[in-house]
């Protein structure tokens, strides 16, 4: 099983759509769950930490099932401008402040 | 505030030619730093990291080197580029004791070895 597995996409939708991108995880010691969005040829941002209880940040809410080491990013209401690939990151308990990285979700949100 | 810089931003250079890519941050203090490299279409790997002047773990063999001069420079650099060195070179930092790790990256150096 991969460290931090996300499906590639692309994830073709309309302005206004709701989308959800799901991650699993294989360790799971993994203490510190991140949503990085990565715009083509630039560098990944961090878009939000995703804490135990879930949390929302305007038209994005991340969730958190530790018992099936599963993420999700759920987004709301989408703007072209999300468009972008979305990176799952997890940290890895073994090597202090290292992150795995998955390959990402590839968006595209159509006029 | 804090801000990371990567210099070049682009480069192009012929098998066997020595490499040296520059990364600093500022606005903080004793950060731990990364390199990653992203190859065409897959995920990002790290290939260093390092928690204070001087100490750099290599997460994978390979012919790049990483130093850290300063506590607040971090440098890849290799003796004699591949072919398979090309890619997106990417450092990262975080500050610690914020207990959730969050990276931030640079802006990334485009590498083409030719």
């Known amino acids: 099983r991969k460290e931090v597995e996300q499906d590639p996409g692309p994830f073709n939708v309309p302005e206004g759509a709701t989308v959800a991108f799901n991650c699993t995880y294989s360790n799971s010691a993994s203490q510190s769950f991140f949503w990085y969005r990565q715009d083509c040829r630039k560098e990944p941002k961090l878009l939000m930490s995703v804490y135990s209880s879930g949390n929302e940040d305007g038209r994005f809410t991340a969730q958190l099932n530790r018992a099936s080491q599963y993420i999700s990013l759920l987004i709301r209401d989408s703007k072209l401008s999300d468009s972008a690939t979305y990176l799952c990151?997890?940290?890895?308990?073994?090597?202090?402040?290292?992150?795995?990285f998955g390959k990402g979700t590839k968006l595209s949100v159509k006029p | 505030s804090q801000t990371i810089h990567q210099w070049p931003a682009t480069l192009v250079q012929p098998v066997g030619s020595p490499l040296s890519l520059e990364c600093t941050v500022e606005g903080t203090s004793n950060p731990n730093l990364y390199w990653y490299r992203q190859a065409a279409g897959r995920g990002l790997q790290l290939l260093f990291y390092s928690v204070g002047i001087g100490q750099i773990s290599s997460e994978v063999p390979q012919n790049l080197s990483a130093s850290r001069p300063q506590d607040r420079q971090f440098i890849l650099s290799s003796k004699k580029l591949l072919l398979s060195d090309s890619g997106f070179y990417l450092c990262?930092?975080?500050?610690?004791?914020?207990?959730?790790?969050?990276?931030?990256f640079g802006p990334g150096t485009r590498l083409t070895v030719t």
């Open positions: 990262a930092y975080d500050a610690r004791g914020t207990g959730w790790n969050e990276q931030y």
């Open positions: 990151v997890v940290n890895t308990p073994v090597s202090q402040g290292n992150l795995i």
